[in-house]
């Protein structure tokens, strides 16, 4: 009967080796990060999908045993994130709480946003509200979590203590601490949205796809959340095999650009997709700028301006930003770069001309029709043949 015991308590069901253990925590903390990923953000805060009920009651459950996170508070406060990102009232945002707070106190920031009820009472709109929810994992957060300690401890022996204890701090380290904070503080941007995202590495992979964080607050309501070719989205990837069993429906993705024969002169048809893609097409604008730029630094230096060149050379990186989103020292060099050359003055133009037109809301499609037609006939008339080449792309988008 003791070694029976001893031998449980050492073995566990499994009786499984230290690699075979490893295999499974990780196996189980992807599961916890596809739920969160699948159902909790994209189904749940975003609506960018709709899931079965057998797929999104068991992601209900499976989070209720990992994490203990409720539903109904996590929509609300990633909603809440997306409604006020970068202020002092974004729930963990490191752009005003600092870094270091974000990534090593993620989980506390959520907690403490958990507790609000203006934020649930406005944002959890539309999360389950049934029976299980409110009697069971509404009552008994702690119940789930013991209950997987339990049954880790049951398969691997007293060793699961650990598999659980490293489920527990799974999504408050990589979700709440990694995702919150350096997706917001490091990393590359495909897009120049108004906020401080980015993405941290091109392969979606370990955190469910959450690593393309820039993509996603583009386009926050897009089930997919990779963009370019190189980009991979493995929560993505598990979607469309659940739409493939009939286990998920996508509503809605991000669009794509496609371009089509060049029009004589842009038309309402082709305003409606500009509008749609401007994100798209700032990025396109960015890149070609990013490329004159590169060639302005060549230029001065086969001609041996070196007083320009070493003016210009340190603003290569942020010339193609948007001024609004610049520190103040780089704010106060613009207007010495812009008085260096005229044909990067062209391109700084006429970037502030592209981007006014998608904030004029309260004008008709015509006046906006009006003004991308005038911008085109500018930039082709440039004389400029990189911003002639992109206005003639825009005239393709269909």
Known sequence: MVHAVTDFLSNGLLHFTWWQIILATLALTHVTIAGVTIYLHRCQAHRALELHPIASHFFRFWLWTTTGML???WAAIHRKHHAKCETEDDPHSPQTRGIRKVFLEGAELYR???KNEDTLRRYSHGTPDDWIERNIYTRYPILGVSLMMVIDVALFGIVGLSVWAVQMAWIPFWAAGVVNGFGHFWGYRNFDSADASTNLIPFGILIGGEELHNNHHTFATSAKLSNKWYEFDIGWMYIRMLSAVKLAKVKK???APKLGAGKA?????TLQVVLANRYEVMASYAKT?????????????EFGAREKYLMLKGARVWFHKDASVLPEPQKQLLPGILEQS??????YELRCELAAIWERSNISREQLLQQLQSWCHRA???GIVALRDFSLRLRRYA
Do not use: C, F, M, N
Request: aromatic residues 6%; proline residues 3%.
């Open 265 to 269: 002169l842009v038309d309402l048809d």
């Open 112 to 114: 403490l946003e958990a």
């Open 380 to 382: 082709e008339q440039s």
């Open 253 to 255: 993705i991000a669009p």
């Open 289 to 301: 700028v990013k490329r004159a730029y590169r060639q302005e630094l060549a230029h001065l230096k």
């Open 71 to 73: 539903t109904g508070q």
């Open 342 to 347: 005229s044909a990067l003055k062209t391109y």
